[in-house]
């Protein structure tokens, strides 16, 4: 609707180039175009998993009830992400995750939390202290209880995926607590992960429209799938390689590899095809 924050829609790797999902490209062209998004005004959330209440209880079998899969974390897509040659993030699989009563007990007020579950996005929050996070969701920036936001899911501490510099904790929690009750056209934001990340490092890199596209594609997106193969995509800016990253986590692994691998197929039907005509 009018005002309400833009909706991205991601186009899958059959609308853009890529490369082969093992690292090779057979034409030695290097690393492809990453994956495009486009803005619409429709009405949306940030994209995480819907939260339409914050309950310790569960509903069972009340429509579009479903029973959730434990996290596993070896689905989850290992990958880098460079800024020309810089290093500006890296995940490793296999991260150990926590109950809710757990990470309290590790929290400290500036911590980037991130909650994970299986086929969904992960949430990220900001730890401000007193047991309570502050956090974007659906399209508002709101302060409540960690036991609550995890809605049972599992969390970690995330300070160090990113390779920025952190502000002092004093200013992460007052960048946060700045924006509580924010909403809608007021958001500078796309999802969770870039709103909490902005309030720990400041970088205007994480907010709608932070950066120019000029044409140049300065970001590079590498999955790592073993030690042999991996992927390469390259993006216009930070904002388009989160939003991709957090699709992959999403998808999981495996979904990530069977599409890639699908699109290098109909790639080489196409070459093979103009090569005979």
Known sequence: MGNQVEKLTHLNYAGVPTADPNGFDPEDEGPRIGVSYIFSNDDQDDQDEPMDHYSSSSDSGGPGSHEEKPFDPQEEVQCAVFYREESVFERSSGAATQPAESLLNRCRPGDLLEFVATGQYPHWAVYVGDFQVIHLHR???????????????????????????????????????????????????????????????????????????????????????????????????????????????????????????????????????????
């Open 139 to 277: 399209a508002e920036i709101k302060n409540n209880f960690l036991s609550d936001v995890s809605q049972g899911k599992k969390g970690r501490i995330v300070n160090g995926l990113y390779r920025y510099r952190a502000l002092p904790p004093e200013v992460i929690v007052r960048n946060a607590r700045d924006y509580v009750g924010c909403r809608d056209q007021e958001l500078y934001w796309r999802n969770s992960e870039c709103f909490a990340a902005w309030c720990r490092f400041g970088k205007r890199e994480f907010k709608i429209g932070g950066e120019i596209r000029i044409g140049k594609q300065p970001y590079r997106l590498k999955l790592l799938f073993s030690e042999k193969q991996h992927h390469v995509l390259e993006f216009q800016s930070l904002e388009d390689v989160i939003m991709e990253k957090r699709r992959n986590d999403q998808i999981g692994k495996v979904a990530v590899m069977q599409e890639l691998a699908n699109h290098l197929n109909a790639t080489h039907e196409i070459k093979e095809e103009r090569f005979v005509n």
